[in-house]
């Protein structure tokens, strides 16, 4: 089993090392990658199983392995196959498919490691590939991007190491389970930096311009690979300690309001889908129990609606309205966000049924009136106009979106108990109704383009700091 | 030892504070750094709490007061990866410096963003 498990981790690092001897075999190797973790996570789910392991000795790497954790590898892999099928034909160099098979290593170490250090390694090596990924169109828009990126996760991570000191000198070890008799400033400096990582809240303003500038298949990746290993940690820990639940929960729910009302008065389509996802990340980790579910749907839709925006012409919801665009992207926009609204037989409903049934009361309605302008942020591409495509739409786009969004049908096996409560059910149809009657009513003549200083390299730092000193207040 | 101690957090602190308030790119990689200065001699410091001598056994003797060998292992790990992020950080830089040889980061956040 151990054996098993190490093979697996390695894997993906010496195939990506590899790559760069053998470029001709760098997209088939890839695909082995993706569809080994994909066994792998699915063998997790479906035998339930929970071990975890120290290797070396007592100073040694833990890892722990358990459903939540499958869950996430099968996003990874998901996601990195239709990264895989999208660039098939477009001619990438083998470089980049050195640098998916290193996030995919990274991001599956990250979601079995249960140690501090092993979390710390693999995370700061991810956001050395995002960099690079960012930074792959040549051009000092994306460089500069890529740069802003890098550092704000530097500084996340360096706060990170101060708080990984502390917790070892109170007693000794880096486990995870040894993180609550410590002070807790180093709570604070540990959360504050995965709030940051996983683009929760106000930390997570790094996010929407990245995802303008990054290549279509780069932002699907951000959504359903970077973003999920920042806020698995978050649910890990929440899982392992209540007060740390607490603050987590509060950030999620801040995180999940705040998404929402900016993706709604967004103009440009992939900025709208940027602050969607800081949202639907604070779905993830509102309910650590239900977030490997969440986490799925998220990242097989979110990865599909990055995806088709590719594909369009124009990106400002204004331009959309008079131009149209193709009628196939249009109906796999359409399905993906609804999928994320939680319209039954796709995942997104039993998704947020298990959430929700894990939250008091008042959170549901919190998180209901949320759930009603998530919708009509997706209803807007129903009112959308769109023209029979005349020239026929990449092979590789319509492969990735029928692996994307037949996951995304799938993942319903998740959950079936979801679809035994006919009130559940009722309200699941009645919120793109009110969706669609927002809509019809005009909010989208709120739309701006305005763009907030706070998502300036400076303030993208300073608000780090004001982060720090509220979580230390909360923690104390 | 405390004094020390605090010399390493106002390290940290001061590299942090110059990162947000140093206007060039090339000054914030460079504060950077050493806010990552101030980490790694936060886990040497640390690393003090079970004695001083160099944790290396001479002649089997073990009953020396060795200091904490762990810490001091997994920074080396910290430090590596802080240059490879150092470099990368550099050459961006570098890189942005042919069309904006100014470097001043206010500048380049509203050609760019």
Known sequence: ?476 | MIFLQASVFVTILVGFLATIVKKNLLMKIVTMDVMSTGVVALFVVIATHSGFVTPIARGGVFDTAYADPLPQAVILTAIVIGLSIQTLMLVAAMKLARDNPTLETPEIDQKYL
């Not at chain 1, 392991?53 to 007592?58: A, G, R």
């Not at chain 1, 249960?114 to 995370?123: C, H, K, P, R, T």
């Not at chain 1, 594909?311 to 966000?337: C, F, K, M, T, W």
């Not at chain 1, 679809?419 to 739309?447: D, H, I, K, N, T």
Request: charged share 10%; with cysteine.
């Open chain 1, 1 to 476: 089993m151990t054996e098993l498990a190490i093979a697996w981790i390695l894997l993906p690092f010496v195939a990506g090392l590899m790559l760069y001897l053998l470029p001709p075999l760098a997209r088939g190797l890839t695909l082995a990658i993706a569809l080994v973790s994909l066994c792998v996570g699915l063998g997790i789910i479906i035998h339930q199983i929970n071990t975890s392991f120290i290797l070396l000795d007592s100073f040694g790497v833990s890892l722990s392995i358990d459903p939540l954790s499958g869950y996430f590898i099968v996003t990874n892999a998901l996601v990195i196959l239709a990264a895989l099928l999208h660039t098939w034909q477009e001619g990438y160099r083998a470089f980049f498919y050195v640098l998916l098979c290193l996030l995919h290593g990274c991001a599956n170490t990250v979601f079995i490691s249960a140690d501090f250090l092993s979390l710390y390694v693999n995370i700061e090596v991810l956001g050395i590939v995002v960099f690079l990924l960012i930074a792959y169109p040549p051009s000092d828009r994306s460089l500069w991007i890529a740069l802003r990126y890098l550092m704000v996760s530097n500084v996340a991570m360096l706060f990170y190491l101060i708080g990984v000191a502390l917790v070892y000198r109170t007693n000794y070890t880096f486990a995870f389970s040894a993180l609550m008799p410590a002070p807790p400033e180093a709570v604070a400096l540990i959360l504050v930096a995965l709030l940051a990582k996983g683009a929760i809240f106000v930390s997570g303003l790094w996010l929407p311009q990245t995802n303008v500038v990054a290549a279509p298949v780069v932002a699907a990746l951000l959504a359903g690979v970077v973003e999920n290993a920042g806020v698995f940690s978050l649910a890990r820990l929440s899982l392992l300690y209540s007060e740390i639940a607490d603050i987590v929960q509060l950030f999620a729910l801040a995180s999940i309001l705040f998404g929402a009302v900016f993706a709604l008065v967004a103009e440009d389509v992939r900025r709208m889908l940027s602050f969607s996802t800081l949202g639907q990340l604070g779905w993830v980790i509102i309910a650590p129990a239900a977030a490997g579910l969440y986490a799925l749907m998220h990242g097989l839709a979110k990865a599909s609606l990055f995806l088709s925006v590719g594909q369009l012409r124009h990106y400002r919801l204004s331009e959309l309205r008079q131009e149209g665009l193709p009628r196939p992207v249009a109906i796999a926009l359409i399905i993906a966000g609804y999928g994320i609204v939680g319209v039954p037989f796709l995942a997104g409903f039993p998704a947020k049924v298990l959430t929700l049934s894990y939250l008091e009361p008042w959170q549901q309605g919190l998180l209901y009136g949320a759930g009603c302008l998530t919708a009509t942020i997706y209803s807007k591409f129903l009112f959308l106009p769109h023209y029979p495509g005349k020239t026929p739409l990449p092979v590789g786009y319509s492969t990735a979106t029928m692996v994307l969004l037949g996951g995304l049908f799938l993942a319903n096996a998740g959950y079936m108990e979801a679809y035994r409560s006919g009130m559940g059910l009722l309200r699941a149809f009645l919120l793109p109704l009110v969706g669609c009657g927002l809509v019809a009513l005009g909010v989208s003549r709120w739309e701006s383009p305005w763009r907030g200083a706070w998502e300036r390299l400076e303030h993208l730092l300073g608000v780090m700091l004001l982060l720090l000193l509220g979580l230390v207040g909360l923690a104390l």
